[in-house]
């Protein structure tokens, strides 16, 4: 059953409609964020409702349950921060979170078995299955109010007024609230108007007095420049530009290299991550979170580069990466940012060149920097692994002069060192290091590289249809080098023509091997 939809342009009032008018909201009304009449799962920002219209896809049909179980026995409940933010900007929500005036202990009587802990209730949360097992579980969280703050974390305590919950919140596009079940639309102290007008404006400002809030929590620096990079008509205020310039001196302060890194990454992988780095350049934050890259401003490149230096460089990467599939975007990112950051220490004047410049040794300095900036933000050991990797191979990505054959050896050595999960990352960045120049043959030898790779995976990779058992007894050897060194050139054979990759063919070649006396 398709869901009634009130005309974008339409005047009359939401509460009157089955679907709630978007401009009305807008104006005033605060009637957007409603649950479809007929399925009671959440409508979208046009009013429309996919479920019905989809007959059934699920989106967050146990919030409502818990809303409405909330609301009858007298508590408060509404829905909070980024769900609205995304939902109600044309973003795809991930999660949902409800915020409460009842405590842990409340929710637990009241909803018994299925409520969970996820480890935050001594901070007011905990987890509530759905009713019949349909849905995800939803974070319910009491409203608190701080008590103290070391710049890090926060000492608080349960409230029943939900301003106070939203004054302590850090931007006010995420101190918005609404009860889905009438509309009613709550921001920091009660009042939603300056909340509102900010989400609609695209307006990235502080709760309150903005030097405070970055006080009580450092990181809130880095969330205002992620926020203001996830849409085109995001911007960060005046005055929050101000008040992070001000702050500069508590920074990073006791902020965790993890938590830093976490955050960093998250902004790379919004849609604006160049826009990211020069607010941070911009800001003065770049020596205080990622200070390698410093160097690369003002440092001169050759004249392929056109006029641009490292930095300009880095942007235009950055600008250009597209992670391949199963990579985390902004991990790839984050690969590419610091892909050329060892050339600042390595350039040197280019002989009978002059402006001209070498880096020899830029990869192995960039693997290092890679290394220690995944070092100190506490990344997995995968995670680093891919960051060293980019940075120490980036250069070494074949060209069109190299043959089938030698295409074949550099995917063996790249396997061999970083592992196969490399290959396509490497892929990648070549295609997003040149995105400013030769970029149809940059694709075009790329494909081709994709495509050699793939023949070898097709018949058998770089497993070899024989193994040391065979060499042994064809040959009469014991295990030891000797063995090693056959099956070596078995492997060197089988990179030069896939073809010879047969238990019968490699057994003939092992045949014609004189590789010493049988007790070698």
């Not at 931007?171 to 609609?200: I, Y």
């Not at 990466?321 to 990579?327: L, Q």
């Not at 950051?341 to 004047?349: H, I, N, Q, V």
Request: glycine share 10%.
């Amino acid at each position: 059953m398709a869901c009634n939809r009130t005309p974008l342009t339409s005047t009359r009032p939401a509460t009157s409609a089955g679907c709630p008018d978007i401009e009305a909201f807008w104006a005033g009304s605060r009637n957007l964020l409603r649950f479809c009449p007929n399925c009671r799962h959440f409508l979208r920002r046009d009013g429309g409702c996919t479920h019905c219209e989809n007959g059934g896809s699920r989106e967050f049909p146990n919030a409502h349950d818990i809303t409405a179980r909330l609301t009858a026995a007298g508590f408060q409940a509404v829905v909070v921060g980024g769900f609205l933010r995304k939902a109600l900007t044309g973003l795809p929500p991930k999660d949902i979170d409800i915020a409460t005036s009842a405590t842990p202990d409340e929710v637990r009587a009241l909803f018994g078995n299925r409520v969970r802990s996820n480890g935050g209730e001594s901070h007011g949360t905990v987890l509530v299955l759905p009713p019949a097992g349909s849905g995800e579980p939803i974070e319910v969280t009491t409203f608190r109010l701080d008590v103290e703050t070391d710049g890090r974390r926060a000492v608080t305590r349960f409230t029943r007024d939900i301003g106070e919950d939203l004054t302590r919140r850090d931007l006010t596009v995420n101190a918005l609230a609404v009860d889905p079940h009438t509309g009613q639309a709550f921001g920091p102290g009660g009042n939603a108007g300056g909340a509102l007008t900010d989400l609609r404006d695209g307006l990235i400002r502080f709760v309150g007095d903005g030097r405070k809030r970055i006080a009580e929590d450092r990181l809130r620096v880095l969330r205002a420049i992620r926020f203001a990079c996830e849409s085109d008509n995001r911007r960060l205020s005046d005055e929050a530009k101000a008040d992070i310039r001000a702050s500069l001196h508590l920074l990073p302060g006791p902020l965790s290299g993890r938590r830093i890194g976490e955050e960093i990454v998250k902004t790379l992988a919004t849609a604006h991550p160049r826009r990211a780095l020069e607010m941070y350049r911009d800001l003065g934050l770049l020596p205080k979170f990622l200070p390698e890259l410093e160097p690369t401003i003002g440092q001169a490149q050759n004249a392929h580069h056109g006029s641009n230096d490292v930095w300009a460089h880095t942007m235009e990467t950055l600008e250009a990466a597209e992670a391949p599939e199963g990579v985390s975007p902004g991990l790839f990112r984050l690969a590419m940012l610091l892909h050329d950051s060892g050339k600042p220490a390595t350039a040197a004047p280019k002989q009978g060149a002059p402006g001209e410049f070498t880096f020899y040794g830029h990869e192995e300095a960039g693997q290092r920097i890679a290394g220690a900036v995944a070092e100190r933000w506490q990344m997995s050991n995968p995670d680093r692994k891919l960051l060293e990797g980019v940075a120490a191979e980036h250069m070494a990505v074949p060209t069109g002069d190299f043959s089938d054959a030698a295409i074949r050896r550099w995917g063996r050595r790249i396997e061999q060192r970083w592992g196969a999960a490399l290959l396509p990352v490497l892929l990648a960045a070549r295609e997003a290091d040149r995105a400013g120049r030769d970029r149809d043959k940059t694709l075009a030898e790329t494909a081709r590289i994709r495509a050699v790779l793939a023949e070898v995976k097709a018949t058998g990779g770089s497993q070899l249809a024989v193994g040391g058992k065979d060499v042994m007894a064809r040959l009469g050897l014991k295990p030891g080098p000797a063995v090693g060194a056959v099956l070596k050139k078995l492997a060197a054979a089988v990179l030069d023509d896939p073809a010879l990759n047969s238990r019968e063919t490699l057994l003939a070649l092992i045949d014609e091997e004189t590789s010493g006396p049988a007790d070698a």
